[in-house]
C-alpha cells in the first residue's frame, strides 16, 4: 500500500515538474523575440553608432516596415487557424498594378481618386473571400488554392498595364508617400490604423476567439456550434484586405503599378509572423507578436544595409532566422502543419 501512494507521489511531482517547465519554457518563448529586437538593436548602436538611432534613420525604419506590417498582419490570422496563404505576392502585385490605372494616370483618362484606392482593395478582399470558400467548400489544401490564385492575380495584373506600367498623375496620390504627421511618415500612420483595427477585431470580437479556437484543434468550437468553415472564409477575407491596403501603399511609394511591386514580399512576412511567435501549427501567437517580428525582420535589414552587407548575404540570413524560429514554435510530433 504503501509502495502504491509512493509511486502515485512521485507521479504527482513528476507531472507537477513537467508543468513548471512547460509554463517556464512558454515564458521564454513568448519574450525571447523582445529580447532579440532588443539584442540587434544593441549590436547595431555599437557598430554603427549614433547614426543607426539617428532621427533620419528611424524615421526610415518606419517607413520601411509599413509594408511588411501590413502583409504580415494579414498572414498571421491566416496561420493562427494553422493554414498558410501562397497568393501575397501575387494580390499585392495586383492591387498596386490596379492602384495605379484606377487614379490619374499615363495610361488611360480613369481618375477615380480615393474610390480608386477602394476599389483596388476591394478587388483583393474578393480575391481572400474566393479563396477561402473554394478551401473550404471544395476540401483543398489553403496553400495549393491560394498558389493558384498567386498566378491568377500576377496575370491580372500584368493585363491592366499591358507591358508598360502606368505612372501615378495625381497630386494627392503623389504627395502621401512624403508626408508626414508628428515626424512619422503618413504610411506608417495608415499600417498602425490597420494594425488597430487587427488587434480589435482579435481581443476584443467573437471572431478573434474563434479563430484561435480553430488554429487550436477545430474539433472543438464545431462541436459547441460555430461554423469553422465561415471563420475560415473570414481569416482569407481579412488577409485579403490588408493585402490590399500593401499594395496601394507600394503602388503610391513607387509612383506607378506594376506586378513587382508584390515580388518577395511573402518571405518576410512569414519570417516576420514565425519569429514573432505565432506558431504554424496555429492557435498560439498573434497581432502584437508579429508587431516585434516585423520590427525584427525591418530593423535587421536596415542594420544589415547601413553595414553595406551583400544582398544575396541577407537573403541567407532571413532564411537561418526563420529556420530556427520555426524549428522552435513547431510542437514536434504534430501531424498536420498546414490546414
Known amino acids: 500500500m504503501e509502495e502504491k501512494n509512493q509511486a502515485a507521489l512521485d ?7 513537467k508543468v513548471k517547465a512547460d509554463n517556464r519554457k512558454e515564458k521564454l518563448m513568448k519574450w525571447a523575440p523582445v529580447g532579440v529586437l532588443a539584442a540587434l538593436i544593441l ?8 547614426s543607426f538611432l ?3 534613420n528611424l524615421v526610415s525604419i518606419l517607413n520601411q516596415w509599413s509594408l511588411p506590417l501590413l502583409v504580415a498582419l494579414g498572414l498571421t490570422f491566416v496561420i493562427m487557424i494553422g493554414s498558410i496563404d501562397l497568393s501575397i505576392d501575387g494580390t499585392v502585385g495586383m492591387v498596386g498594378s490596379l492602384t495605379a490605372i484606377f487614379v490619374a494616370n499615363s495610361k488611360n483618362t480613369v481618375n477615380l481618386g480615393v474610390l480608386g484606392l477602394l476599389l483596388a482593395i476591394l478587388c483583393s478582399v474578393v480575391v481572400g473571400f474566393l479563396i477561402g470558400v473554394i478551401h473550404v467548400k471544395f476540401k483543398i489544401p489553403s496553400f495549393m488554392v491560394s498558389f493558384a490564385f498567386m498566378n491568377i492575380c500576377i496575370g491580372i495584373g500584368m493585363l491592366s498595364y499591358s507591358g508598360k506600367p502606368a505612372t501615378i498623375r495625381d497630386p494627392l496620390m503623389m504627395a502621401i508617400p512624403k508626408a508626414s504627421f508628428l515626424g512619422v511618415p503618413v504610411i506608417t500612420w495608415i499600417a498602425i490604423a490597420v494594425l488597430v483595427l487587427c488587434y480589435y477585431i482579435q481581443e476584443y470580437t467573437p471572431f478573434g476567439r474563434h479563430v484561435y479556437a480553430v488554429g487550436t484543434d477545430e474539433t472543438i468550437p464545431k462541436a459547441v456550434g460555430i461554423n469553422v468553415n465561415k471563420v475560415k472564409i473570414k481569416v482569407f477575407t481579412l488577409a485579403g484586405f490588408c493585402y490590399g491596403v500593401a499594395g496601394v501603399i507600394g503602388a503610391l511609394r513607387l509612383g506607378q503599378g506594376q506586378i513587382a511591386i508584390g515580388t518577395d514580399q511573402m518571405f518576410p512576412a512569414q519570417a516576420a509572423v514565425v519569429i514573432g511567435g505565432t506558431a504554424l501549427t496555429g492557435g498560439k501567437g498573434g497581432v502584437m507578436n508579429t508587431v516585434v517580428g516585423t520590427l525584427i525582420m525591418t530593423v535587421l535589414i536596415n542594420g544589415l544595409t547601413m553595414m553595406g552587407v551583400d544582398p544575396n548575404i541577407k537573403t541567407g540570413i532571413q ?3 526563420i529556420l530556427a524560429a520555426v524549428i522552435l514554435t513547431i510542437k514536434h510530433g504534430s501531424a498536420v502543419i498546414s490546414k
Do not use: P, T, W
Open 319 to 321: 532564411g537561418v532566422i
Open 11 to 17: 507521479i504527482r511531482e513528476e507531472f507537477a515538474a
Open 54 to 56: 539617428s532621427l533620419s
Open 43 to 50: 549590436v547595431f548602436c555599437i557598430l554603427k553608432g549614433r
